[in-house]
């Protein structure tokens, strides 16, 4: 599985466990996948997102501007969420190709305004 690929299937999942409390990871996992195989880098996405998400959702929170993470639409947290994830605890792609990854992701399954404004959120990650 190519990487852009695992980023789109991760944001599927995470998507899916945004606010549901009865579906389970692993659930969210297979209607994703179907009967496609699993990548290691999918799975540190998925897992490291939901492991960490409280410690994400507070350093999002910290660089909203006029935003608070629950009035944000679904798929803009969740893009952030995993882009945040890669930046502040993989360190293993640039950080331009996270912003990158990121802006493809929002036009993908976002619209124009949302990849503009996870470009403005998460350039203030890179900044630091």
Not at 19 to 25: E, V
Not at 82 to 110: H, W
Request: with cysteine; aromatic share 8%; net charge negative.
């Amino acid at each position: 599985m190519k990487r852009h690929d695992a980023r789109e299937k991760a944001v599927q999942v995470l998507f899916q466990l945004d606010n549901t409390i009865d579906l389970t990871l692993q659930e969210a996992i297979g209607h994703v996948l179907e009967e496609e195989e699993s990548d290691l880098f999918f799975e540190q996405l998925v897992h490291g997102v939901t492991e960490n998400q409280q410690e994400i959702d507070d350093q999002l929170t910290k660089n909203l501007e006029n935003w608070s993470l629950g009035r944000l639409p679904k798929i803009e947290r969740t893009i952030l969420r995993m882009a945040v994830y890669e930046l502040q605890y993989m360190q293993d792609a640039p950080s331009r190709v996270v912003l990158n990854e990121a802006i493809e992701l929002c036009k993908t399954f976002g619209d124009e305004k949302s990849s503009k404004f996870v470009n403005g959120v998460l350039s203030k990650f890179t900044e630091q």
